[in-house]
């Protein structure tokens, strides 16, 4: 196998993952803000949209309609989401 296929490879099932961790944080945030549990720090799920897990966060704040109106909040996981499309960007047509 090509050496950077794998590399390809394991960088897309990591962001995969990643991303699916960040929408079931926002899922179990929902979930102990609902029951009155120990939430989920807002740092903690911003992180996560941070090292890639942009897409899974908000595809999890609209899914869940959670966290969707508070600011912000809303507007720091935008800007984070709107940072990695224009670094993919970047990657993608200048390389």
Known sequence: ?????????????????????????????????????????ESTLLMLAAIGGAPGAIAGQQYWRHKTRKEPFRSMLFAIAAFQGVALLWILLVR
């Open 1 to 41: 196998m090509n050496p950077h296929l794998a590399f390809y490879l394991i960088g897309a099932f990591v962001v995969i993952v990643v991303n699916v961790f960040a929408f079931a944080f926002f899922w179990a945030d929902k979930r102990a803000a609902e029951l009155g549990e120990r939430r989920i720090s």
